[in-house]
Structures are given as structure tokens and as C-alpha cells.
Nanobody
């Protein structure tokens, strides 16, 4: 069992930066790939970024490539998402998830509670 707690969201102006993080409980964190997803009001949850269990592989949605960076620290049971050059369309609730190295939500078994990111124009 893995419990995930996301934090670090907030309000930022367009063009600004924000970092969100997700801390996992349990000793099996390093066994899972981690992903970040987001969901805007009235829209489906969408893939943002993923990182393999060891951190050697990463992947990003085209909409955030070159602006967002995912990283993990297995010693701290934490995964991070650094978001730069933020746009109003990045506004959403951001969720971290643990599971298989995939861009599909159903491949992830554990989910955090979400943290709100709001980008003003």
C-alpha cells in the first residue's frame, strides 16, 4: 500500500514558475513508476509527465514538453514536478500517482489527493 500526499500548488502569473511535490508513505516507493496528471474543470484527467522507478526514464505530454521537469528522490520517497513558463491553460488540479510507467491513468494504482495550480493571465 502506498499513500501519496501532494503539495506546493498555488496561484502564479503567466510566465512564472511553480513546483509541486508528492511524498509517499511506505517502503515500496522505489518499486513504482510515478506520474503526474491534471484535471481542469469540465475536462478529463490528462497525462502530464512520468518517471520510471529508478528515474532513468522520463516522458512528457507535448503540451508541457520543454517547460515542465519531473524528478524523484527515492531516499526521500518524493516525486517533484517543476513547472516553468506557466500558461493559463496549465490551470488544473494536479495529481501524483504511483504504478506502471504509462501515460494512461488506469495503469496507476495509487493516487494523491491533488493540489490546485492556478495561472492568471
Amino acid at each position: 500500500q502506498v499513500q501519496l500526499v501532494a503539495s506546493g500548488g498555488g496561484l502564479v502569473q503567466a510566465g512564472g514558475s511553480l513546483s509541486v511535490s508528492c511524498v509517499a508513505s511506505g517502503r515500496t516507493f522505489s518499486s513504482y513508476a510515478m506520474g503526474w496528471f491534471r484535471q481542469a474543470p469540465g475536462k478529463e484527467r490528462e497525462f502530464v509527465a512520468r518517471i520510471s522507478w529508478g528515474g532513468g526514464s522520463t516522458d512528457y505530454a507535448d503540451s508541457v514538453k520543454g517547460r515542465f521537469t519531473i524528478a524523484r528522490n527515492n531516499a526521500k520517497n518524493t516525486v517533484y514536478l517543476q513547472m516553468n513558463s506557466l500558461k493559463p491553460e496549465d490551470t488544473a488540479v494536479y495529481y501524483c500517482a504511483a504504478g506502471s510507467y504509462s501515460n494512461m491513468p488506469h495503469e496507476y494504482h495509487y493516487w494523491g489527493q491533488g493540489t490546485q495550480v492556478t495561472v492568471s493571465s
